[in-house]
C-alpha cells in the first residue's frame, strides 16, 4: 500500500506551519488554499540568513527526528529531506510555471492534490488498490553526488558566447584521404541518437549552422537569444516498459530541463552544458579514459577533436595506430565512462558528426578488419538491463 499516513502527515503539518505564520515566507499561493508557497533560497547567496531561510527545512528535520539541538546543522540535508519527502507524496506536485528561483527571495510552489486525481495517475492492480509508491529518488538511490552550481540569476538566461557562432576555420591537409576535403562544408551538421535503457528512442540529423539545442521541451520566451539555434527535444518515456525504470528516468528528467547546448564545426564538437543535473561524457579529447569525465556547468568544452581524429585515422591507414570510433557520448545522471554496461544506462546520448560519419562508413566498407567499430553504441542483440542499484548524479 502506498503511504498515505507519510503522506497526509507531511500534509497536515505544512498546513499547520502556514497557519502558525512562524515561517517567512511559507504562505498559501492562491485564495482556495490549494497551493502553498515555500521559501527556497540557496545557501550560497551572500544574505542568506540560516536562522531564516532555512528554518522551515530544520523544523521538518526536527519533527521526523532526524535533528535535535545540540548536533551539527546541515541545511543542505535539511532541505533535501523536505523536498524528498513533497516528491515521495502523492498529496504534492511541484507547480514549476508559479516557482520563482532567480528573485532576491526564491521560492517553490507545491499544489496539494486531490485524492481522486492520485487514484486516477497511480497504476492500479484492481479498483482502489495501490501499487506501492516508488520511495523518493534520494532515497532510493543512496547519496545524490551534486556539483556546485553558479546562482540562479546567472543560470536562468545564459548568454550565448560570441564563439558559439560557427567561424571559417583553413583547411586541414590530410594527404592520401581527399574526402576530408569534400566534406568540409558539412561539419556543421550532427547525426544525434537517444538511448533510453539501451534501446534507441530517438534519431536526429540537425541542419543548423549555429548549433543544436537538446532540452526536455520548447523553450520558454525568456530564452529568446537562444532561438538562433536548431531546438531538439528528448523523447518521451512512454516507451519504456519497466515501470521503475520509467518512474526514475522521469525523476530525473526533473533536473534536465534546460538539457544542453551542442555545436559543430571543421575543428570538433563542442558542448555546453545548462541543465542542473550532471553529465558526463567520452570522446576523443578526454584527459582520462579509465574514470567518468563530468561536464562543468556552464563552459563551454571541445568534446571531440576532427583534426585529431583525422591525424590518428591517417595513422590507421599507414599501419600505423588502431581504428578510431568517431562518436561522442553523453550520459545524464550516471557518472561514465564507467564499469556499467552503456545498455544499462538510463539516458545516453550519441553525437557524431555527419561528415565524418560518412568518412568513416566509406573507410568501413574497404576495412574487414575493423568492423566493431559499426555496431550500435548500445549492442541490438544485447538485452537492455534496468539495475535496481542505479546511482543518479544531479
Known amino acids: 500500500m502506498c503511504d498515505r499516513n507519510g503522506g497526509w502527515r507531511l500534509q497536515q503539518w505544512l498546513t499547520e506551519q502556514i497557519d502558525s505564520e512562524i515561517y517567512p515566507g511559507l504562505i498559501w499561493e492562491n485564495e482556495e488554499k490549494t497551493m502553498l508557497r515555500i521559501p527556497w533560497k540557496h545557501a550560497g547567496k551572500q544574505d542568506y540568513n540560516q536562522e531564516v531561510d532555512a528554518s522551515i527545512f530544520k523544523a521538518w528535520a526536527v519533527f521526523k527526528g532526524k535533528f535535535k539541538e545540540g548536533d551539527k546543522a546541515e541545511q543542505a540535508t535539511w532541505k533535501t529531506r523536505l523536498r524528498c519527502a513533497l516528491n515521495k507524496s502523492p498529496d504534492f506536485e511541484e507547480v514549476t510555471d508559479r516557482s520563482q528561483l532567480d528573485i532576491s527571495e526564491p521560492y517553490k510552489v507545491y499544489r496539494i492534490v486531490p485524492e481522486e486525481e492520485q487514484k486516477c495517475e497511480c497504476p492500479c492492480l484492481g479498483v482502489g488498490q495501490w501499487l506501492p509508491e516508488p520511495p523518493c529518488i534520494d532515497e532510493y538511490l543512496g547519496i545524490i553526488k551534486r556539483s556546485p552550481s553558479p546562482p540562479q540569476e546567472t543560470c536562468r538566461n545564459p548568454p550565448i558566447p560570441d564563439w558559439w557562432v560557427q567561424q571559417p576555420n583553413p583547411a586541414l591537409p590530410l594527404n592520401g584521404y581527399s574526402s576530408y576535403e569534400q566534406h568540409h562544408s558539412g561539419y556543421s551538421q550532427m547525426v544525434i541518437s537517444l538511448f533510453y535503457g539501451g534501446r534507441l528512442v530517438g534519431h536526429i540529423t540537425t541542419s543548423c549552422s549555429k548549433g543544436c539545442w537538446l532540452l526536455l521541451s520548447q523553450p520558454s520566451s525568456h530564452s529568446e537569444k537562444l532561438y538562433t539555434l536548431e531546438h531538439a527535444q528528448f523523447p518521451s518515456t512512454d516507451a519504456i516498459q ?153
Open 242 to 394: 519497466n515501470d521503475r525504470q520509467k518512474w526514475i528516468t522521469r525523476k530525473l528528467f526533473r533536473h534536465l530541463e534546460r538539457g544542453v547546448l551542442l555545436h559543430s564545426n571543421k575543428q570538433g564538437i563542442f558542448i555546453k552544458r545548462l541543465c542542473q543535473g550532471r553529465v558526463f561524457w567520452s570522446g576523443n579529447t578526454m584527459v582520462y579514459k579509465d574514470r567518468p569525465n563530468k561536464l562543468d556547468r556552464d563552459e563551454v568544452v571541445k568534446i571531440f577533436d576532427t583534426n585529431l581524429f583525422f591525424r590518428e585515422l591517417q595513422q590507421y591507414y599507414n599501419n600505423q595506430g588502431r581504428f578510431l570510433d568517431s562518436r561522442v557520448m553523453l550520459c545524464f545522471g550516471e557518472e561514465f565512462p564507467d564499469t556499467v554496461p552503456l545498455r544499462c544506462k538510463l539516458i545516453l546520448v550519441q553525437v557524431e558528426q555527419l561528415c565524418v560519419r560518412q568518412v568513416v562508413e566509406e573507410a568501413g566498407k574497404t576495412c574487414s578488419s575493423s568492423p566493431m567499430i559499426f555496431q550500435d553504441i548500445c549492442a541490438t542483440h544485447q538485452q537492455p538491463l534496468f539495475r535496481e542499484n542505479q546511482q543518479i548524479a544531479v
